[in-house]
């Protein structure tokens, strides 16, 4: 089959497009013929290299795949050649207490798709059967591959960890950015009162468009200023923070009593301040 790989770390120049054997699905695998690979940042991250982490090179990039099942290895039963489907992109052992816990992104061998296993940008995939969801209709195989890591990302950082509530206020950074958009609707869904950031005028309407009761455009406000404004002085119950050292004051001064925040980004090679005597003073 036809892949991208990434044989090396380094800058774009170090991807082959190349001719590599097609993969087989083993006992309980599914074999995806992939119609649609999303890309994220991520992405990015793993050619370039990250420190502490050893990827399995070469290797297939790309998290956020939609297609068609090809063909199935044994013992696996859901599934029928000719399925359109969209892969869940986090892998895990299902097998260890974590795991056994429903938490398999806590557990040890948990990677994603194109970071520690092949991933999307090839002709063909193979992917554990529990990974592999039917997709929904009326989808085309782009719009499915877009959604995966973002929408499982924002969902687990607003609902697993941050436990928004309906009627609570929250503060989405980045709303024009994937996970940022993905993090707009689930915080809509939930009944929550949105108020979102970005640095232009499309972005904020497709906020607003998405879901967001408020915008604030960052290029133009100064996000607490502005959220202290929105809530009454009071704050937001949650901040969605993944952007970093750059928001990260911002963020923590949105924050109200007894306010959560959470995050999924970081700028590399910073660290932000902690603020701790906000954190104790607000019981952040
Ligand atoms: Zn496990």
Partial sequence: MR????????????????????????????????????????????????NGVTFPLPLVPGSDIAGEVAGTGDLTKSVSTGDKVVLSP????????????????????????????????A????????????????????EAAAVPLVFVTAWHMLLARARLQPGEEVLILGAGSGVGSAAVQIAKLTGARVIATAGSRAKLDKARELGADEVIDHTKQKISEEVRRLTGKRGVDVVFEHVGTATWEQSILSLATGGRLVTCGATPGAAPQLYQRYLIARQL
């Fill in 123 to 142: 002709e063909y995939v193979v992917a554990p059967e529990v990974n592999v969801l039917p997709m929904l209709p009326g989808l085309s195989f782009e």
């Fill in 90 to 121: 986090g892998v895990s052992c299902g097998q260890c207490a974590a795991c056994a816990a429903g938490k398999d992104n806590e557990c040890r061998k948990y990677t994603l798709f194109g970071y520690g296993r092949n991933g999307g940008c």
């Fill in 3 to 50: 892949a991208i790989l990434i044989p090396r770390h380094g800058g774009p120049d170090v991807l082959q497009y190349s001719e590599i054997s097609d993969p087989k699905p083993g006992v309980g695998e599914v074999l995806v013929r992939v119609r649609a690979c999303a890309l994220n940042h991520l992405d990015v991250w793993v050619r370039r290299g990250l």
